[in-house]
């Protein structure tokens, strides 16, 4: 078992007073079976009052926001985190298994191609030569 701390510290600085920040940070670590977030903290320089939700992936997020004029704004997230060894996986999947309609269906907003992450052929390639290299 490993136990670390891990820290991330982001500041903006603007040019003239801003009297308005609303802001949502993604910097909490996950729980699952192979890690454990046994301490997570963030804070901001001025201070704000925050709150929490996990959105649609899973991802716990703390929004705050400022309504008091100020040039700069700092965010630190700190956390402490427990991971263990992963195991030996519970079942192999086959190159078929990604491929089955449930799958598509289930990543259908991740797998389609966008004007940010256009369909390519030459991408496609190199992935088919991976995947056969892999069977």
Not at 39 to 48: D, F, G, H
Not at 118 to 123: D, F, V, Y
Request: aromatic share 10%; charged share 25%; proline share 6%.
């Amino acid at each position: 078992m490993w136990r670390m701390r891990v820290v991330h510290a982001t500041g903006y600085a603007y040019k003239s007073p801003v009297t308005a920040s609303f802001n949502e940070a993604r910097l909490t670590p996950r729980s699952d079976s192979r890690q454990n977030v046994i301490l997570n903290r963030v804070e901001t320089i001025p201070a704000t009052r925050q709150y929490r939700y996990v959105d649609y992936w899973g991802t716990a997020v703390t929004t705050f926001d400022l309504h008091a004029p100020h040039t700069e704004l700092e965010v630190t997230a700190s956390s402490v985190v427990e991971t263990e060894k992963p195991g030996a996986p519970v079942s192999t999947v086959t190159w078929a298994d990604l491929g089955s309609a449930a799958v598509i269906d289930r990543f259908d907003e991740l797998l389609t191609p966008t004007r940010y992450t256009p369909a390519s052929k030459r991408i496609e390639r190199v992935g088919k030569r991976i995947a056969k290299y892999h069977e």
